[in-house]
């Protein structure tokens, strides 16, 4: 059983910058891949980001790419999201999840932590 905490969302303007952490209970954290989902309100939940268990791999929704960085943190046992020049569209629940390896379908993840609201104003 792993269990995901998610912290960090707020409400900020575009342009601005937020640092998101999913913090993980249990002793195998550095043999979870992990990745970052997102749901805004009437859409599907979307793929972000997901990392490999070294960190040294990491993929991105073209979307994000150039603004989103995720990382990893084995030893605090957390995953990262740092989101730059953040847009009204990136307006969203932010979730992290335990799952395959570069899956980008949130049916394929078995654990989620609760979500963390991220609000982007124009």
């Known amino acids: 059983q792993v269990q995901l905490v998610e912290s960090g969302g707020g409400l900020v303007q575009a342009g601005d910058s937020l640092r998101l952490a999913c913090t993980a209970s249990g002793r195998t954290f550095s043999t979870y891949p992990m990745a970052w989902f997102r749901q805004a309100p009437g859409k599907e939940r979307e793929f972000v980001a997901a990392?490999?268990?070294?960190?040294?791999?990491?993929y991105y929704v073209d979307s994000v790419k150039g603004r989103f960085t995720i990382s990893r943190d084995n030893a605090e046992k957390t995953v990262y999201l740092q989101m730059n020049s953040l847009k009204p569209e990136d307006t969203a629940v932010y979730y992290c999840?335990?799952?395959?390896?570069?899956?980008?379908?949130?049916?394929?993840?078995?654990?989620w932590g609760q979500g963390t609201q991220v609000t982007v104003s124009s």
């Open positions: 999840a335990v799952g395959p390896f570069g899956g980008r379908r949130a049916s394929e993840y078995t654990y």
């Open positions: 990392i490999s268990l070294n960190g040294i791999i990491t």
